[in-house]
């Protein structure tokens, strides 16, 4: 009988490959669902800390950075940043007036939560649309996915050093170094298999792509370790039995967008 853990995964996986394949019109309302679940999240998380961060000021903040992304890509975003800030910087004095004393601290709340969910999860967006970008979607992604087998496989029998006890006691260096190892690995595979739609990435490129986002992206999993142990919630939600929240599994995911998608940029030009 299959654990409803893998049931998840067998369900997950399949359909987020589908749509970065799929592209289009799907594929950006698939991101949008998938942002504002984990917006919504987000916000939960800290409402549970006793803070009072907007639900409102999120999820329109993280919608018109996904739209922006959409149709604009990278271009205007300092213009975007701008009137972000501003209209929060707004919206918080206001709540202040009217008698929230945590409006400063609300401030930096909604923000944090609209940069981290808008700008740095629309790269999902950004790495679909360089050219050729259905398949550097599908070299970055698995990379992680098989990064994140590596550290479970690896750690789970082996793993006797902690690397953040406190924050993270399950994880330890030996998995981590299984990641590495598989996500180099899986660089390496892709790249042959992928040989026919990318050309240009060979196999040192995979290795050294599956090298870098296996070493970064566990800073996207840790980052949402800390809210929720300050939340003193084992996870950001139930939405996916056996795995939590949106948010719980797309932690490692959106660092991998945004690395892969520069990394692409960078390789491209080696």
Not at 18 to 38: C, E, K, N, R, S
Not at 84 to 103: K, M, P, Q, W
Not at 177 to 198: E, T
């Amino acid at each position: 009988m299959l654990s409803t853990r893998v049931k998840s995964v067998l369900v997950i996986i399949p359909l987020s490959l589908i749509m970065f394949y799929l592209g289009g019109i799907p594929f950006q309302i698939f991101i949008i669902a998938v942002l504002g679940i984990a917006a919504w999240e987000y916000w939960r998380l800290f409402r549970t800390m006793g803070f009072t961060p907007s639900l409102f000021i999120i999820l329109g903040g993280v919608l018109i950075f996904v739209l922006h992304r959409i149709f604009f890509g990278i271009k205007y975003s300092d213009i975007l940043f701008g009137i972000t800030i501003f209209l929060v910087a707004f919206y918080s004095l206001i709540r202040y007036e009217l008698g929230n004393e945590d409006a400063a601290l609300s401030f930096a709340l909604n923000l944090a939560g609209i940069f981290y969910l808008g700008w740095v999860g629309s790269y999902f967006i950004s790495i679909r649309s360089l050219p050729d970008g259905r398949w550097w979607s599908l070299t970055v992604l698995p990379i992680i996915w098989l990064a994140d087998l590596g550290a479970y496989t690896i750690g789970k029998p082996w793993g006797k050093h902690k690397m953040m006890p406190r924050l993270s006691p399950k994880k330890s260096w030996e998995g981590f170094l299984g990641a590495v190892a598989f996500g180099i690995a899986a660089g390496a595979l892709l790249s042959l298999l992928w040989r026919p739609f990318l050309p240009d990435l060979t196999i040192w490129k995979a290795m050294l792509m599956g090298l870098i986002l296996s070493l970064l992206t566990p800073l996207g999993d840790l980052t949402i370790s800390l809210f929720k142990r300050v939340a003193h919630m084992k996870d950001s939600g139930n939405l996916i039995p056996g795995h939590g929240g949106v948010l719980d599994r797309i932690d490692t995911w959106i660092w991998a967008a945004l690395i892969g998608y520069y990394l692409v940029l960078v390789l491209d030009c080696i």
